[in-house]
T-cell receptor, first 115, second 113 residues
């Protein structure tokens, strides 16, 4: 079975400092992995996705993630946090089932950014 | 890009009534639509996968008679919460797979009073 584990439920950083949101996955084969962001009372926005091409994936708003097969990790990073980055972040894996290939969400990490 | 339009965005209903949520793919054909539920401060949980013209596949623990899903066309899927109760209050989001990837509706916040 495929799943993702977000290692931190809450991360707090200061504006201008680096961001690291950790995610580990379990999969019996090479998965497709995604990071989504959800701002309060808003829908979901795709930050980036990995689909077996380059292991270092660059996304929007300065975020990037590196797929490390040896560590089964797909951590999300950003060099310098902005106040507007405060939101809920989900690490997501695609899971084929008999009906289709659904996205399975991790439990989420709340990112707080202080001035 | 591919857009999924979800309506209503917010609905309040009385206990025992039914509520229908619609998701339309505006510029592509959505053969498969996914329905998720998100409780406050929790993650999105996959409820069911619907394929156009066939019965939906429900995840374990999701009552198919309570959450009726219809996917009668390539551009419309509906989720009906039947005989709603306060514990059904949640944020419901649909998703479809387009050529470039997955796209999500903006969500429906259901409050059952």
């Amino acid at each position: 079975a495929q799943s993702v584990t977000q290692l931190d439920s809450h991360v707090s950083v200061s504006e201008g400092t680096p961001v690291l949101l950790r995610c580990n996955y379990s999969s019996s084969y090479s998965p497709s992995l995604f990071w989504y962001v959800q701002h309060p009372n808003k829908g979901l926005q795709l930050l980036l996705k990995y689909t077996s091409a380059a292991t270092l994936v660059k996304g929007i708003n300065g975020f990037e993630a590196e797929f490390k097969k040896s560590e089964t990790s797909f951590h999300l990073t950003k060099p310098s946090a902005h106040m507007s980055d405060a939101a809920e972040y989900f690490c997501v894996v695609s899971l084929p089932n008999q009906a289709g290939t659904a996205l399975i969400f991790g439990k989420g990490t709340t990112l707080s950014v202080s001035s | 890009g591919a857009v999924v339009s979800q309506h209503p965005s917010r609905v309040i209903c009385k206990s025992g009534t039914s509520v229908k949520i619609e998701c339309r793919s505006l510029d592509f054909q959505a053969t498969t639509m996914f329905w998720y539920r998100q409780f406050p401060k929790q993650s999105l949980m996959l409820m069911a996968t619907s394929n156009e013209g066939s019965k939906a596949t429900y995840e374990q623990g999701v009552e198919k008679d309570k959450f009726l899903i219809n996917h009668a066309s390539l551009t419309l899927s509906t989720l009906t919460v039947t005989s709603a109760h306060p514990e059904d209050s949640s944020f419901y989001i649909c998703s479809a797979r387009a050529d470039y990837g997955y796209t999500f509706g903006s969500g429906t916040r259901l409050t059952v009073v």
